[in-house]
């Protein structure tokens, strides 16, 4: 299994550029997540997924929107890219359900895209 | 929403001592609070886990402790060694409904050998 793996690793955009960041999980999980990672703020939820053909907004929602057509896809669209964007992008996913053991709960996170918006 | 505070924000310690982190949570309905490690480079990784039924879990050099009435919960590493160096998170999450996962802010935690 190659868990969550991201495309890509490395992005550098300039303001007003648009870009999607694709999200691939192999472990059949329910629950989708995009979150960013910023010095000194720990991981902000930007958008998540309980399901093929859901989205829900998070924390931090705004300038960005997601897709999720297929069960092990959950895309990241920058439509009009900000410098306030430059960041540290993960996935993440879960097997899914309410309550139950840590194997229900474990969010497994893919390596990360760093993009930074000129 | 949920609200966690994390401290400290950097730790260093010598090899062979212990490191503890501290979090607080807001939320009293949050029942389930993970501990991820994130090397550099990597993405968080789970470590440890632990329920709101549950006053303390243990997995060989890691610990973790919760104290639901002030609303408190600890991460115990001893016996520190270089490879324990990372940022550390904690997290808190309430198992039913949809689960969004409410992060610290991180620790990054230096072993000096």
């Known amino acids: 299994n190659a868990g969550v793996t991201q495309t890509p690793k490395f992005r550098v955009l300039k303001t007003g550029q648009s870009m999607t960041l694709l999200c691939a999980q192999d472990?059949?999980?329910?629950?989708m997540y995009w979150y960013r990672q910023d010095p000194g703020m720990g991981l902000r939820l930007i958008h998540y997924s309980v399901g093929e053909g859901t989205t829900a907004k998070g924390e931090v929602p705004d300038g960005y929107n997601v897709s999720r057509l297929k069960k092990q896809n959950f895309l990241l669209g920058l439509e009009s890219a900000a410098p306030s964007q430059t960041s540290v992008y993960f996935c993440?996913?879960?097997?899914?359900?309410?309550?139950?053991?840590?194997?229900?709960?474990?969010?497994?996170f893919g390596p990360g895209t760093r993009l930074t918006v000129l | 929403g949920e609200n966690v505070e994390q401290h400290p924000s950097t730790l260093s310690v010598q090899e062979g001592d212990s490191a503890v982190i501290k979090c607080t949570y807001s939320d009293s309905a949050s029942n389930y609070f993970p501990w991820y490690k994130q090397e550099l480079g990597k993405g968080p990784q789970l470590i440890i886990d632990i329920r709101s039924n549950v006053g303390e879990k243990k997995d060989q050099r890691i610990a973790v402790t919760l104290n639901k009435t002030a609303k408190h919960f600890s991460l115990h590493i001893t016996e520190t060694q270089p490879e324990d160096s990372a940022v550390y998170f904690c997290?808190?999450?309430?198992?039913?409904?949809?689960?969004?996962?409410?992060f610290g802010t991180g620790t990054k935690l230096q072993v000096i050998p």
């Open positions: 993440a996913s879960r097997r899914g359900g309410t309550g139950g053991p840590s194997s229900y709960n474990e969010q497994f």
């Open positions: 472990m059949n999980h329910e629950y």
């Open positions: 997290a808190a999450l309430n198992s039913g409904g949809y689960q969004k996962v409410t």
